[in-house]
Antibody, heavy 117, light 109 residues
Framework: QLQLQESGPGLVKPSETLSLTCTVS??????????WGWVRQPPGKGLEWIGS???????TYNVSLKSRVTISVDTSTSQVSLRLTSVTAADTSVYYC?????????WGQGALVTVSS | QSALTQPASVSGSPGQSITISCTGT?????????VSWYQQYPGKAPKLLIY???RRPSGVSNRFSGSKSDNTASLTISGLQAEDEADYYC?????????FGGGTKVTVL
């Protein structure tokens, strides 16, 4: 069955880079049927789309984060990665990866990342 | 781009029907049929309830239905049950981007 598992450091210092990995199992990350996306949710707040990637490497990013975000895909390891540079406390959130076909069809459990010194 | 506009909270009694609105613009909801709705319980990941404005994935209760008119989408929950108490989010394509609503907390009285 499909599983998406986010992993990475739970604590990042201000001005440093947040890096997360989403490992996909139960579906082919190389399938042309899906996109793969990242969504975040600050504690107690709503959802914010960060960006999406196709298996070919084609990406789209939220314009408000575009200068700081990079999403990449590694088909050999079935992983989708997120990098967010120059983080501040405002980037403290639960970060979700999601499989996208008709919307955000299936979500990982999420990873809480706290930005603090 | 600004978030889609949803009411902060909606409540209803068991068995009743409630409707959550989601208002966007002609650049998002008004231009694309790619409106989706998500249910989220506290501490859990969101779950897709409705896609393409009014289609339900297999396994989602037919008590959930969606619609769209001009720049506004709506989610209706019929026969409200205690288990429907959760946060609900709408989402729309805006070309190559995706925009979420601010979320609506549904309370079952």
């Amino acid at each position: 069955q499909l599983q998406l598992q986010e992993s990475g450091p739970g604590l990042v210092k201000p001005s440093e880079t947040l890096s997360l990995t989403c490992t996909v199992s139960g579906a082919s990350i190389s399938s042309g049927s899906y996109f793969w996306g990242w969504v975040r949710q600050p504690p107690g707040k709503g959802l914010e789309w960060i960006g999406s990637i196709y298996y070919s490497g084609s990406t789209t990013y939220n314009v408000s984060l575009k200068s700081r975000v990079t999403i990449s895909v590694d088909t050999s390891t079935s992983q989708v990665s997120l990098r967010l540079t120059s983080v501040t406390a405002a980037d403290t959130s639960v970060y979700y990866c999601a499989m996208m076909k008709r919307g955000f069809d299936f979500w990982g459990q999420g990873a809480l990342v706290t930005v603090s010194s | 781009q600004s978030a889609l506009t949803q009411p902060a909270s909606v409540s209803g009694s068991p068995g009743q029907s409630i409707t959550i609105s989601c208002t966007g613009t002609s650049s998002d909801i008004g231009s694309y049929n790619l409106v989706s709705w998500y249910q989220q319980y506290p501490g859990k990941a969101p779950k897709l309830l409705i896609y393409e404005a009014n289609r339900r994935p297999s396994g989602v209760s037919n008590r959930f239905s969606g619609s769209k008119s001009d720049n506004t989408a709506s989610l209706t929950i019929s026969g409200l049950q205690a288990e429907d108490e959760a946060d609900y989010y709408c989402c729309s394509s805006a070309g190559s981007d995706w925009i979420f609503g601010g979320g609506t907390k549904v309370t079952v009285l």
